[in-house]
Nanobody, 128 residues
């Protein structure tokens, strides 16, 4: 099993910044997994906002490109999401997720529900 624990969620004003962290443990290794940050707002579907593939390449949807940055510290098995220029529509529960890369990570990034391992989430609130 893989355990993922998120932290760093908070309430900020529009235009503010936050950095989310995700600590991975258990059978997680730094290779062979697609990892991502996925958010879900009330009444909306899950949306992938950032991912790292097995070669370390990053992926972002257009909605956050240029504002969010995903990174990982392999020595600490920790995933980060730096979020800048936050907007009210960024408010959501943010989840860290991982899946063994049976397919190309691009397959999973566009299908958030395909991720196998999830943390419990950390809440981000953005006020205007």
């Amino acid at each position: 099993q893989v355990q993922l624990v998120e932290s760093g969620g908070d309430s900020v004003q529009s235009g503010g910044s936050l950095r989310l962290s995700c600590a991975a443990s258990g059978r997680y290794t730094n290779s062979g997994y697609c990892v991502a940050w996925i958010r879900q707002a009330p009444g909306k579907e899950r949306e992938g906002v950032a991912g790292i593939d097995t070669d370390g390449r990053t992926w972002y949807p257009d909605s956050v490109k240029g504002r969010f940055t995903i990174s990982q510290d392999d020595s600490k098995n920790t995933l980060y999401l730096q979020m800048n220029s936050l907007r009210p529509d960024d408010a959501a529960m943010y989840y860290c997720a991982a899946v063994i890369a049976v397919w190309s990570c691009d397959y999973y990034f566009s299908r958030p529900n395909a991720f196998a391992y999830w943390g419990r989430g950390t809440q981000v609130t953005v006020s205007s």
